[in-house]
Nanobody
Framework: VQLVESGGGLVQDGESTNLPCTAL????????VSWSRQIPGKEREQVGC????????YYLRSVKDRFTISRDNTGNTVSLQLHSLKFEDTASYFC????????????????WGPGSQVTVSS
């Protein structure tokens, strides 16, 4: 049972990228899935979360109008679309799943992916 992020890499300032999070060994459709990011030397911060019914919550004000979380239950995937990227968005991005509702408490998530690096060049 695991989550795996993909995508990311090096992108130019102002461009977009997509980060799929795929569940292996379990059905993701009944879980809430969050996205977090971490910059080296800083604490991990939650970007947002999508519930099993598709409703989204965005916790990080700086990305609310630029990032979108969506889910594809057929593909057992939840994706984070990042638009209008800025240098300060450079970070490792992590997905996590929870059987229960979305939570700002990262300790309430059951499974975490290893992370995907996004580097924005100016």
């Amino acid at each position: 049972v695991q989550l795996v992020e993909s995508g990311g890499g090096l992108v130019q300032d102002g461009e977009s990228t997509n980060l799929p999070c795929t569940a292996l060994g379990f059905i993701l459709g009944s879980s809430s899935v969050s996205w977090s990011r971490q910059i080296p030397g800083k604490e991990r911060e939650q970007v947002g979360c999508i519930r099993s019914n598709g409703r989204t919550i965005y916790y990080l004000r700086s990305v609310k109008d630029r990032f979108t979380i969506s889910r594809d239950n057929t593909g057992n995937t939840v994706s984070l679309q990042l638009h209008s990227l800025k240098f300060e968005d450079t970070a490792s991005y992590f997905c996590a799943s929870a059987v229960l509702r979305c939570s700002e408490n990262q300790g309430e998530y059951d499974y975490w992916g290893p992370g995907s690096q996004v580097t924005v060049s100016s």
